[in-house]
């Protein structure tokens, strides 16, 4: 497995809740297994990351464990995401998105889904 490359700098997150409606009413859309990826050009050269897990997946130890699980994922697969990219990953089940390894996989196949969407 790959190794995560250094830390998720402030700059790099989507950290407001008007940029998550943005992408959520204009942004192209891919489903990997459990996650959706929501996704729109920012005109910058800096990919930007916001990460959702609905209330309904579980208590909040569960709900962070999974986006602790997320943000390194992140750290390891964000070179194989094109750069200058609004992402949001909004996690539809939780039980699979618990082990660092499939996250990875399923990461990896959005990023591939990604670059070949129209």
């Not at 409606?21 to 891919?30: F, K, W």
């Not at 949001?88 to 670059?115: F, G, Y």
Request: contains cysteine; charged residues 25%; glycine residues 6%.
């Amino acid at each position: 497995m790959r190794q995560a490359v250094g830390r998720w700098p402030k700059s790099e997150r989507l950290r407001k809740r008007g940029d998550y409606l943005r992408l959520r009413a204009m942004g192209a859309r891919v489903r990997v297994g459990p996650l959706r990826v929501q996704w729109t050009a920012n005109g910058q050269n800096t990919t930007h990351l916001g990460i959702t897990v609905p209330k309904f997946q579980g208590l909040a130890p569960l709900r962070n464990r999974i986006k602790r699980v997320l943000r390194e994922a992140w750290r390891t697969v964000r070179s194989d995401f094109p750069p200058g990219l609004d992402i949001v990953l909004i996690v539809d089940a939780p039980e699979p998105c618990t082990d660092l390894a499939n996250v990875v996989a399923l990461m990896e196949k959005a990023a591939s889904r990604m670059r070949s969407h129209p």
